[in-house]
Structures are given as C-alpha cells and as structure tokens.
C-alpha cells in the first residue's frame, strides 16, 4: 500500500505571494491532518479534515486554510507569505476522525522557504 | 489547559545502556498516548500506543512505555540503546471524552536522543 505523499517536496516563495500544497492519504484513510515543523517550535497543529469537513483546527492565523476532497486528498493554502512561515509542512493520515485511537502515517512534508 | 511536556530537551546515552525518554501530561480522563519517532532527514514514524489495559506497552524496534496514571507520565524506554536509535522523539496526546476541538492530538516539543559508540 502506497504511503501519504505530498507535493511538492521543496518549494521558494516570496513574501506576499500564497503557496497551495497538497496532501494524498494512504488508501482508505479518511481523516488528514495538517501540521507546521520548526525548529524552535516543534510540531505546531494546523487543521484536521474528515470527509470534506474541517474537524479540529489549531491557532495559526486565517492566512492558513485548508481543505479536503471527497477523493480524502487535501490541500493547505497559505495567502500573504511572510518570513516565519518558513517551515516543513507535514501531512498525516489516519483510519478514522479526530478522537479515535487509530496512529497517524506522516508524509515526507514539504520544506517550504520564504525569502 | 490541555498540554502535554517533555522535560528533556537533549537526552545521552551510550550504546548497549538503557535509555528512557520522558512525558508528562495534562488532560482529562484516560487519554489515548502515542509516540512517534523521527529520524534524521526522514518522516515522523508511529512508534507505540496506549489504549486501555496493561499499563507497559510494547512498540516497533524494541521500544516500550509505561502508562501511570497516578503521575500521569508516558516514558518511553529501551533496555539497550543503539546508536541508530538516535532520532528526535514526540509523544502525543488525544482527549478521549472532550467534544469537538478539544479532542485533538497535543503534540510535545519532541526530544533529541544521541545515542554516543
């Protein structure tokens, strides 16, 4: 079974401009979650989709949206870059929604730099 | 407020000696526990879990955790470490009675093991 991938693997933004990555869940995994890797901060929550329904959100500000299809890809936008947006963006899938005990399966992420 | 804590930035340890890595935290009731591994320059791993039973859980490449609820801690041990063990370690967190948002998985800041031949 393939694992969760994300696309692209690296990308160069510049401030002001918005960035969209995507996110495709291993095979029958309904619920995508979404999160932010720096160094100082650790693994920072963003948002948690199940069945095209956004479940659980963290507290990153509205520049950070998301969404998931009905096929359970996702993609995350973020609009109005600024420098500390700077981060890998991880993806992460799981058999079931928010509140179950089902482990979540990371995608390799993807290394966003704003310059 | 939810939370969850890994005291230890930076843990040492040399080969073949057992190591322990710790978290502590705060939620209500008896939460799901995780720990995920991530090593360098690849994903974050599933590593182990508590659901509910024996409080000593058994994971992936000799890793265990001890569930305590009295000090509500989730250390993570192996009885010999490896130098391939050195990796950045997370414990995480989900409420399993909370509704909506506060049912989400709290994450640690993570903890660097070095796992010094």
């Known amino acids: 079974k393939a694992g969760v991938t994300q696309t692209p693997r690296y990308l160069i933004k510049t401030r002001g401009q918005q960035v969209t990555l995507s996110c495709s869940p291993i095979?029958?995994?309904?619920?995508v979650s979404w999160y932010q890797q720096t160094p100082g901060q650790g693994l920072q929550f963003l948002f948690e989709?199940?069945?095209?329904?956004?479940?659980n959100k963290g507290n990153f500000p509205g520049r950070f949206s998301g969404r998931q299809f009905s096929n359970s890809r996702s993609e995350m936008n973020v609009s109005t870059l600024e420098l500390g947006d700077s981060a890998l963006y991880l993806c992460?899938?799981?058999?079931?929604?928010?509140?179950?005990?089902?482990?979540?399966?990371f995608g390799p992420g993807t290394r966003l730099t704003v310059t | 407020a939810q939370s969850v804590a890994q005291p230890e930035d930076q843990v040492n340890v040399a080969e073949g000696n057992p190591l322990t890595v710790k978290c502590t935290y705060s939620?209500?009731?008896?939460?799901?526990l995780f720990w995920y591994v991530q090593y360098p320059n690849r994903g974050l791993q599933f590593l182990l879990k508590y659901i509910t039973g024996d409080n000593l859980v058994k994971g992936s490449y000799g890793f265990e955790a001890e569930f305590n609820k009295s000090q509500t801690s989730f250390h993570l041990k192996k009885p010999s470490a490896l130098v391939s063990d050195s990796a950045l370690y997370f414990c995480?967190?989900?409420?399993?009675?909370?509704?909506?948002?506060?049912?989400?998985?709290?994450w640690g800041l993570g903890t660097s093991l070095a796992v010094n031949p």
């Open positions: 095979s029958g995994h309904r619920s």
């Open positions: 992460a899938s799981s058999r079931s929604v928010a509140g179950d005990h089902y482990e979540q399966y």
């Open positions: 939620v209500s009731g008896n939460p799901y």
């Open positions: 995480a967190v989900r409420d399993r009675v909370s509704a909506g948002n506060n049912r989400k998985l709290i």
């Open positions: 989709y199940f069945s095209e329904t956004q479940r």
